[in-house]
């Protein structure tokens, strides 16, 4: 009923407006709201509303407004109004939560997500965001808005498809479960992850404007072990469509939410590179994961698109690849603690350079090597086998990222790659493929940790310039070449100039 009058709305003025009115030095309901919510905006403005029982005004007339099932435009500003004092207000927050002020919350939501037919998006958000900002204000506020809501109205709430009300609902599980161990363990259990599943997925479809998701991901996944049972219980979970139709899981080995988190990880991780200090379970977990894609696909369909492409497989394969890429280059063989298992060597101790050098011998050459070979009248052999392409455009550039970022300062790792006979093989990188931006960048990266300190892999290097092996158009072209000492035989990438 929109539009109403504050003679049709009958409202008990003396206990529960006059309190408003009076602060507001206005007699119209609308325009006292108005006029509060912007009082509330700032500090001084909040603890004159607080010394003036502003709050528990407010808090009586939402009540009044839900019982009497009054219109959406005195709920709305009722909320705003109620938002804008428990930000940051001690007085305020202390307040709400001796009102009950959660168990109101609590039936505003519930009205406007099970009784509507269709989510009051709106109501919604702005009731969360007056949780939001009591959670807040500390333990005791965190505990009792935890204590209302978990499990069944987040669950309830996480299946609302907005990003209006996905942002502060990220905002208040996050500010309830940072510097709580126990809470985290309870949303990451069985009754909780059901609980991020459908915020992961609601995300996936309609995004998120804030960093609140961001932050909550990098809590759960990054910083704490709950990675692996998070991943897992999306497949599951995920086994049904929107429309209810179910899902053959036989046939999709991963699903677009996992691709999805994964894809928000790889954010998080490149963006705090220097912050986070990677788990190994987590490290092995994404290897786990990388190799399963890489197994599911059968790289016989050149790349249309970068990442991502909209396929959930390649979207895992790449996204754990470029997972892989950072947690290498985050945990680097100089200033480790040592105390702590290096991740790469624990990588590499379980095949993650024999996968990967597997992967890219796999590969049909870059674009520059197959185009110089076709001039060179070598049109057969590049046509006597059908070699893997490439699934999106940057999926090599990304396997030579991480084998590069594996090698840096690794004597062991040089080392080995020369004994695996993958000097050619990494040299063959340095070159431009428009399928693959920045290739020859990361090429000549991991040619210069390979050669870095290890004369044995210098001198292979010599070797192959010397045998012909590496007197390809491509490096003069692109002003590179191998200098060889004509005494001590030892070979280096250099520019020409």
Known sequence: MGGSSLTELSFPQKDLLEPLFTASKSSDLKETLEILIAIAKTDDGRADLASKNTLPAALKLITHLLNNLFDHEYLSLSLRLTRNLCAGEVANQKSFIELNGVGILLTVLRIKKVASSEPDCGIIRIGLQVLANVSLAGKEHQQAIWGGLFPDELYMLAKVRSQETCDPLCMIIYACCDGSPELVLQLCGGQGLPIVVEIIRTASLVGFGEEWLKLLLSRICLEDIYFPPLFSRIHGVGSYCENGEEIDLSSNPFLTEQAYLLNILSEILNERLKEITILNDFALCIFGIFKKAAEAFEFGSRAESRLPTGFAVIDVLGYSLTILRDVCANNGGVGIDKNLVDVVDSLLSSGLLDSLLCVLRGLEPPQTIRKAMNQAGNQEATTSYSPKVCPYKGFRR???????????????????????????????????????????????????NLLEGNSENQQAVAELEIQGSVDMPELTGLGLKVEV???????????IT
């Open 398 to 448: 990304d396997l030579v990222a991480v084998i590069g970022n594996c090698a840096y300062r690794r004597k062991h790792v040089q080392d080995d790659i020369r004994q695996k006979n993958g000097m050619l093989l990494m040299l063959q990188q340095c070159v431009t493929d428009e399928d693959n931006p920045f290739l020859r960048e990361w090429g000549i990266w991991s040619m210069r």
């Open 485 to 495: 000492d004509q005494n001590t035989r030892l070979a280096k990438l250099v520019n």
